[in-house]
């Protein structure tokens, strides 16, 4: 009985734990996408440079500095709304502003 106990709640906290995990990424729609490195490029938004691997859930170290999102993604893709983002690479990450977490590249 007290094995079935802890399989149980072992389960319970996998299963929390995926969740969280999922609710940390991003999807941009594919024309979202062309819009945002238009912006860039256009923009000639200065890149960063990290020394750090960056991947979707890595966190950015705290001398990054990350940029607002501009209103003109916000109204053609409301879905960054609430992210800051940096240039790395040639890429846009988009991160959390409170956690520093990596949510989505946009290659």
Do not use: C
């Amino acid at each position: 009985m007290r094995l079935l106990l802890i399989a149980g709640s072992a389960a319970a906290l996998l299963a929390s734990g995926y969740a969280m995990a999922q609710d940390a990424t991003l999807t941009i729609e594919p024309a979202h996408r062309t819009i945002i490195k238009q912006y860039v490029v256009k923009e000639h938004v200065r890149p960063v440079m990290i020394k750090e691997k960056v991947a979707i859930g890595s966190v950015l170290p705290a001398d990054v500095a990350l940029q607002p999102v501009p209103d003109e993604w916000t109204t053609t893709a409301p879905e960054v709304r609430e992210y800051q983002y940096v240039d790395w690479n040639g890429k846009v990450v988009f991160v959390e502003p409170k956690t520093r977490k990596v949510v989505t590249i946009v290659e």
